[in-house]
């Protein structure tokens, strides 16, 4: 019988209860399936007294227990945030312990230097966890997908913004009403703004980003714009025009530069993206050889991520018995440069209130005409009442064709200051 | 510089062409993700003198000059049906090569002899283009899905019927209308019979379900049932229920035992699966641990089922690298035995004609109250035409909950057998 693999685990939210409670009730069949015993040899976490799952002569309260323990092979981080997780990973690997985490703030801002680190120390670092919880994402571009060069990757990776998009769509709820509903449910925190403001989908577009096109990617690179300006009309209005209304997070590489950005999006209703509704995620993808290819299920949670981070266990615990727990990380490739947001090419969703004067859709048309943005559709609804004190507008609302985003942003900036526009209700990003 | 592995392809079908492209043409950039370089070293094929983007120097018309070389390391088998295709596989391992191929055939009836070949041998036998084409599917179940017991699989694995199926679900066409469109487009051979008999996809759930259950299962242990028999009306039906109509391969365990089945199945329309049209195939997956999980995308075709040719490539010269390119294989796991169709409980759609007489509702219902089968729901429609010289009948359809497969059996060749009735017209089953 081979040597168990020890492990050390930091953090027992809920993801890392389910962990512990996997290697623990699974033990048999994991062992069976791997050839060799995991052994949960130490739980740190900083909340005491707790109700846990996991046996009490198993918790420590002090981090170097963990990290100082000679005889642990392997670090299992699950811990929420940027600190402490980052410098634990670090000390993990420079003691010469192989390291899965799931924290996807540590691994989109500090992927670079921590996967030079692990190779520098012949130690493995694996994160299936950061990006779609049990679904296998991060495996398919590191193998399965490999031998494609990859185009685009479209992905709904918020289970949060998905619930409550999907309850506007479906209820014509507001985006206050969807929230709160969502909070009371479970699925946002208190303080919703990492979710709602994109930055959590913003961080695993970095680590999907920097997969698919085989670079490095900082937060910083990625665009991205959150779901709270969305209002109830826009989901009726995108209905009627056919279409969803998603927050994307999109990479697109195009003549030797990638955008990666991340916004409510239009998605034509037929599409299987548009078709994800709740709090489930998928990540589509379209590759040279494969063409489109999508996986979908469970971003969150205790159960879904911990199938995630079991896999990585046993994935490491199987080389580790082959003898190459390590293997040389693939180098990036400089074959694509970041190309700024203004560059991207996509169509536009413009809704807007103007006073009700004969004239005011050929200003609008005239200063779109002028900037060469050709329009697809317009919806032109009367008797919106709006402002205080309340006044009666026409909505109008109207479709572009593919244009280039700082081109549309100036024509915005211009319809805006016409006298005869009140205001701009919503500009969502179009994808076709 | 790591020393090529050193390829020998069996075969030059659309599938076999791709694959040879893409060695050829992406060289640098899988040496550069593999860190060693592929070569291409010798392909066989049986026909002569076709247009190739194979050079005529890597050409050969013996098999030996693969199968004898002792300097070819990997032998990629992607000839159509069982023979010569399986005993060229099992020369390949006895002479100590590593086998990558995609024929489910091959696979489905002699997998377990295989990878038992291959594990005495020492070397490795990958299969991931046998199912779904570019889609990773058996990768997922082999690790990311692995810390999970699969409650249930079920997918849409098989392009030529899912298209037909799409056709007659959205422009009315019958069967045989839709399989001429088909054909004409490529996506169904001249003898459509292992398509539309559900026995490609019979072959396909036998590998799935050995890896989702690890457990041996042959293709004799896999029930099938192909489309012919569906009708235009059979997908009014549905639609006005609420359902579509799919070609579903689903293995479910329950209670230490495990059913495998292929047949047309009424899914509610609101489920991922059922959104899968065209061509495109699916595999939903039922994990305890993850939950659902759907992979969707391309099933056929050279260029997705090259995609996962190259995966497996890839996948074994970089272990080749690392010096482990054989790893022990997980043995069966003995959890679970095969359970006959008889004992599947699901629901049915029944669409019979009758004699528009008063009372056949009530002898029906009267047969199947015996039987203890309970009504979901029905619909009755009048003046329907059938038959010759030809009759006014009522059809009659009705939907029932969940029932043994044996006793709807029974009910409905009691329900044949009243003399009101003039003939069934499909009986299909249910996914709740």
Known sequence: MARPLRIGLLGLGPVGMAVAKAIQDKDKVLERRIGAPLELRRVWTRTRGLPRS??????????????????????????????????????ALLAG???????????????????????????????????????????????????????RVRAIINGTTNFILTQMASHGSSFEDALAEAQALGYAEADPSKDVDGIDAMFKLTILGSLAFHMRVSPDDVYHEGISALAPADFRYARELGYAIKLLAIGEAED????????????????????????????????????????????????????????????????????????????????????????????????????????????ITRVLGEAEISIASVIQKENVVDGQPPVEYAEVVLMTHRTREATMQGAVRAIAALPSVFKIGSLIRVEE
Request: hydrophobic share 45%; aromatic share 8%; charged share 25%.
């Open 54 to 91: 996991v046996d009490d002569s198993l918790l420590c309260y002090d981090v170097e227990e963990i990290l100082s323990d000679p005889e642990i092979d392997l670090v299992v981080e699950l811990l929420p945030g940027e600190h402490p997780a980052y410098e634990y990973v670090k000390r």
């Open 97 to 151: 312990k192989h390291v899965v985490t799931g924290n996807k703030e540590v691994m989109a801002k500090h992927g670079p230097e921590i996967l030079s680190l692990a190779a520098e120390k012949h130690v493995d670092i694996s994160f299936e966890a950061s990006v779609g919880g049990g679904i296998p994402v991060i495996g398919p571009f590191k193998l399965d997908l490999l031998a494609n060069e990859i185009h």
């Open 256 to 363: 030797g530069g990638v955008v990666l950005r991340v916004h409510p999006t239009l998605l034509r209703e037929t599409e299987m993206l548009a078709k994800v509704d709740g709090v489930f995620n998928a990540v589509a993808v379209e590759g040279d050889l494969v063409g489109p290819i999508l996986f979908y299920g469970r971003g969150a949670g205790g159960g879904p991520t911990s199938s995630a981070v079991v896999a990585d266990i046993i994935d490491l615990a199987q080389r580790s018995l082959a003898g190459t727990a390590w293997v040389a990380p693939p180098a990036f490739e400089d074959t694509y440069s970041i190309r700024s947001m203004d560059d991207v090419r996509t169509g536009y969703y413009l809704r807007l209130l103007a006073y009700d004067r004969p004239g005011v859709f050929a200003q």
